[in-house]
């Protein structure tokens, strides 16, 4: 993660594999990003960057029935909650070396109620990152190399409520599925920005000028 990708000091709340401690039957987004983390834990470690458009299911169902079946999609009307997501995900997504840039060209259709991206990180704990090298390609190199380095996996989400959550997994703990609300507050923000109106960025841009 880059400096602006870091992790939050906020300390991350464990969750049941199943996210009873964090769910209240509201939180459609914790909900859908529990149950993405997990399909996204299927296909295995060492993944690039995945982004995912977060649909309202009742919406979906609504436009194309079919899913039901296809997805095993069940809505409000077969017990589902209204408020529910389904991730739809981004396959010509492929992020270069500098994911926020990158993302700062993304703006989704009104039918899009929220995103979610998922990516990987290497770093060391607290007292083992004293001698990081300050060149980027050194200290990543460095970092990938020590025998004490932690990988994580986190899922972020955002929606058009002002929602956000994120969901993480450490590689070395795979049973202990954590979250926070602001678990990386730099890709927070620019998730959230893919969901605003591009007119809107521009006239604020101006704005600062």
Known sequence: MSENQTPSDQQPRALSEGGEEILDGSDALAAALIELERHIGQAGWDQAPRLFALVNTDSMLAAEPQLATQLGLRGSAEGGHPDALTAVEQDQFRPGEDLLADL??????????????????????????????????????????????????????????????????????????????????????????????????????????
């Open 104 to 209: 700062s060209t993304i703006f989704w259709p009104e039918t899009v109620f929220g995103c979610a991206l998922s990516l990987e990180s290497t770093f060391l704990p607290s007292g083992a990152d004293a001698d990081i090298p300050d060149d980027p390609a050194l200290a990543a190199a460095y970092v990938a190399q020590h025998e004490q380095r932690l990988e994580l996996r986190v899922v972020m989400g955002v929606d058009r409520a002002g929602n956000t959550h994120g969901v993480a997994r450490l590689r070395n703990d795979p049973d202990e599925l954590l979250g926070s609300p602001d678990l990386v507050p730099g890709l927070t923000e620019a998730l959230a920005q893919t969901l605003t109106d591009p007119e809107d960025s521009a006239s604020d841009q101006e704005g600062q000028q």
